[in-house]
Nanobody, 122 residues
């Protein structure tokens, strides 16, 4: 049974930083791509960033390029999202997801965490 547990969310002022973590269990973490998604109130869940099994490939939504960095530590079964220069429009519940393939272009997000709230005040 795959479990994904996010942590690191919270309240931060605009311009501040947060680092989200997602610890995975129940599957061989290093074999699968991972992703971060977010859902703001009244909106659909959107893709934010994703990373291939080795960390060699990453992809970001345009609005976070240059501010967010996705990374992973396969020895710790953990994926991270470093968020800098946060803006009020980044406020959302952030979810991590495990893909069903080694590269995110070859599959889809199949397992989801419970989410962690990020609130950015102006």
């Amino acid at each position: 049974q795959v479990q994904l547990v996010e942590s690191g969310g919270g309240l931060v002022q605009a311009g501040g930083s947060l680092r989200l973590s997602c610890a995975a269990s129940g599957r061989t973490f290093s074999r699968y791509a991972m992703g971060w998604f977010r859902q703001a109130p009244g909106k659909e869940r959107d893709f934010v960033a994703r990373i291939s099994w080795s960390g060699g490939s990453t992809h970001y939504i345009d609005s976070v390029k240059g501010r967010f960095t996705v990374s992973r530590d396969n020895a710790k079964n953990t994926v991270y999202l470093q968020m800098n220069s946060l803006k009020p429009e980044d406020t959302a519940v952030y979810y991590c997801a495990m893909y069903d393939s080694a590269h995110y272009l070859s599959g889809s997000a199949s397992y989801w965490g419970q989410g962690t709230q990020v609130t950015v005040s102006s």
